[in-house]
């Protein structure tokens, strides 16, 4: 891990706590404000029992937060200083000796990465080097890339060791992808990974093409003891194995020996690749056959047949979506609304002079809900009456029944998505158009997801005639 990414992490980490904070704020109000609304000056036991959790819980998150910034101004500072030295380290001054022979010159101390965004932003150079070293046999090209994937054996072994073969004289076979390149966010038109970025993420194995993830089916049971000396409630668990699959979000591109050598193939090649891996990643969660969430995810609670729809209509079949979502977990709710970016806006553009019952705190009362002005990516786009966070992707399906679009309520912790760390990506570098002078560039990552972890129900969605291609 780089100080960059590490920085990057920490902030995560804050703005997870800051997360914690908020959602317990809301159920500590929702709390006072119900007994306020019932008259009641003091809280039940029950309540009282659960505001105190609460304040622990707000506690707990302020501390966290005040140990992650603290971390987070010492990566900073640490970061400053590579960026310092890197600086410090390319000022070149003459001496006037005269040079080392070259048996006598060493390599120490730290050195910059054969490939960094300082010598090669866009990663032109490194897929330029590989084009070359495959199409002309460039030894300069075949260097450099040596010394990159040596630096990789040694920083990231684990994913060196993945790619399909070694670096070799007579080959390309598999290499590891820069990892500031596959942070890079690409100039083509995608949908790319919003609902990924927001799911309960962990490393994936690093073998095997499938693990089990093991559910209950059957639970445990208690009950009030009949009398002394009698037998209490006993019932059999049953386990139940989910198999989860590892999967390759793969994609290629022939490129020709003019395109290497006399343009700026990186604009066309490696950021588009990378885009179109990265939407194929989250189209499957949600659209994939059986598995996805489009598949898993009950519709009979949160069905919107109106053929007048309104957002004043479709926002209590939402509602109803997410109590099926808390109904079925018995207290863990839907925290995540995802949507089309067109049903999102068809939502910003209704009128109402109907305001809702019962807002969360800060969504100002007149309002259907507020938006938080993010661009389209992981963050979340805004916010709706009832505090769910909403996920605007678009890789949600607009073709179900012909036009309609769906809008899933997800509760985060329970959307899993298996991926190495970093999300490396490996690339080869195949000759099958030798011949044409041409070179075939293969992009991939591996991953694996599941939605079903929970019973069915765990996962909701809103469908129907109501939710055709809206007009404005």
Not at 172 to 179: D, E, I, K, L, S
């Amino acid at each position: 891990m780089d100080i960059c990414t590490l920085v990057r992490s920490i902030e995560s980490d804050i703005e997870s706590e800051n997360s914690k904070e908020d959602r317990a704020r809301r159920e500590l109000d929702g709390i006072i404000n119900g007994a306020q609304s019932q008259g009641r000056r003091i809280l039940s036991a029950q309540e009282d029992q659960r505001s105190d959790q609460l304040f622990r819980d707000i506690d707990s998150a302020r501390e966290a937060r005040r140990a992650h910034q603290g971390r987070l101004e010492r990566a900073r500072d640490a970061q400053a200083d590579e960026a310092r030295i890197d600086a410090e380290s390319r000022v070149r001054r003459d001496t006037g000796a005269a040079p080392p022979a070259y048996d006598q010159v060493a390599r120490i101390g730290r050195e910059a990465r054969e490939y960094n965004p300082g010598n090669d932003p866009r990663g032109s150079g490194f897929l330029a080097d590989v084009a070359r070293a495959q199409v002309m046999g460039d030894a300069a090209a075949w260097s450099r890339l040596s010394r990159h994937m040596q630096e990789e054996r040694v920083e990231r072994p684990q994913y060196s060791e993945r790619a399909a073969g070694d670096l070799t004289t007579s080959g390309a076979g598999g290499m590891v992808v820069p990892q500031y390149l596959v942070d890079l966010t690409g100039p083509a038109v995608a949908a790319r990974r919003p609902l990924a970025d927001n799911m309960a993420s962990h490393p994936l194995p690093a073998e095997g093409l499938s693990f089990v993830v093991p559910t209950i089916t059957t639970a445990t049971s208690a009950a009030l003891q009949a009398s002394q000396l009698t037998a209490v409630s006993a019932t059999s668990m049953v386990e139940t194995d989910v198999s989860v699959p590892v999967q390759t979000a793969a994609g290629q591109q022939n490129v020709s020996r003019q395109a290497a050598e006399r343009s700026r193939i990186d604009q066309f090649v490696m950021s588009d690749l990378l885009a179109r891996v990265a939407t194929v990643l989250d189209s499957t969660l949600i659209n994939q056959a059986t598995t996805g969430l489009s598949a898993v995810a009950l519709g009979t609670l949160g069905a919107f047949a109106s053929t007048s729809p309104t957002g004043a209509l479709l926002y209590p079949k939402i509602l109803a979506a997410a109590n099926g979502v808390e109904t079925t977990l018995l207290g863990q709710g839907a925290d995540l609304a995802v949507m089309h970016p067109r049903r999102w806006y068809w939502l910003a553009k209704e009128m109402t002079n109907t305001w809702p019952f019962i807002n969360s705190q800060g969504i100002p009362t007149q309002a259907g809900g507020t938006n938080n002005n993010a661009a389209y990516g992981p963050g979340f786009r805004g916010t709706l009456p009832s505090g769910l966070s909403v996920i605007v992707d678009g890789n949600v399906p607009t073709t179900v029944s012909a036009n309609q679009d769906e809008i899933y309520l997800v509760p985060s912790g329970e959307a899993h998505l298996w991926e190495d760390p970093n999300q490396p990506t490996m690339i080869r570098a195949e000759q099958p158009n030798a011949p044409s002078l041409g070179v075939l560039f293969v992009c991939y990552q591996y991953f694996a997801y599941t939605f079903q972890r929970m019973p069915s129900g765990a996962m909701q969605k809103v469908g129907g005639a109501g939710l055709t291609t809206p007009s404005f």
